[in-house]
T-cell receptor
Framework: GEEVAQTPKHLVRGEGQKAKLYCAPI?????VFWYQQVLKNEFKFLIS????????ETGMPKERFSAKCLPNSPCSLEIQATKLEDSAVYFC?????????????FGEGSWLTVV | QKEVEQNSGPLSVPEGAIASLNCTYS??????FFWYRQYSGKSPELIMS????GDKEDGRFTAQLNKASQYVSLLIRDSQPSDSATYLC?????????????FGTGTLLAVQP
């Protein structure tokens, strides 16, 4: 597709429940990024993929968070045993990866509310 | 020290005035710089990108980069109420060639009619 598609747009989970978010990058883009934005604060980088391979996971919390990008499937970000502080907007972005300096393109975000 | 710093604002300017948004960054190896606009409840959209020292103009927007001072700014001429949004400065982190963007916390701009 011509845009980064994220689902669901809104998700409400009780503390301790699992949350799973999905992202379909722009067709032909080889890099996928996940960012977390809490209460309109800065974007926190979580993880990036180059195709189906993890490229940079330095921002991922060691526990409870996991992500995958499998061939022919949307990428996913999963949070096990959600906590109140996980409430945020999770943005997925993609990048063509063909030359340095190209910016990344964001999806509309998935709003996670943990209650 | 944060990697990308911005004044959170709000920056209030009257309609028709010039809005000046500033950003400093800590990593001297950064090479690409971006300004994103984010309306409340929406995703960021790219306004300007700049890679070389100096000014880059696009319509009412001018980005300025000074790598020696590790400073990048965005000027918005003839500000309109529709420009009211949060402006995010982002820097490309080339370490490991990840193309990862590091964002500041954003500056809230309010253009008063």
């Amino acid at each position: 597709g011509e845009e980064v598609a994220q689902t669901p747009k809104h998700l409400v989970r009780g503390e301790g429940q699992k949350a799973k978010l999905y992202c379909a990058p722009i067709k032909g883009h080889s890099y996928v990024f996940w960012y977390q934005q809490v209460l309109k604060n800065e974007f926190k980088f979580l993880i990036s993929f180059q195709n189906e391979n993890v490229f940079d996971e330095t921002g991922m919390p060691k526990e409870r968070f996991s992500a995958k990008c499998l061939p022919n499937s949307p990428c996913s970000l999963e949070i096990q045993a959600t906590k109140l502080e996980d409430s945020a907007v999770y943005f997925c972005a993609s990048h063509p990866g063909d030359r340095a300096g190209n910016t990344i393109y964001f999806g509309e975000g998935s709003w996670l509310t943990v209650v | 020290q944060k990697e990308v710093e911005q004044n959170s604002g709000p920056l209030s300017v009257p309609e028709g005035a010039i809005a000046s948004l500033n950003c400093t960054y800590s990593d001297r190896v950064s090479q690409s710089f971006f300004w994103y606009r984010q309306y409340s409840g929406k995703s960021p959209e790219l306004i300007m990108s700049i890679y070389s020292n100096g000014d880059k103009e696009d319509g009412r927007f001018t980005a300025q980069l000074n790598k020696a001072s590790q400073y990048v700014s965005l000027l918005i001429r003839d500000s309109q109420p529709s420009d009211s949004a949060t402006y995010l400065c982002a820097v490309n982190d080339y370490r490991g060639a990840t193309n990862k963007l590091i964002f500041g916390t954003g500056t809230l701009l309010a253009v008063q009619p």
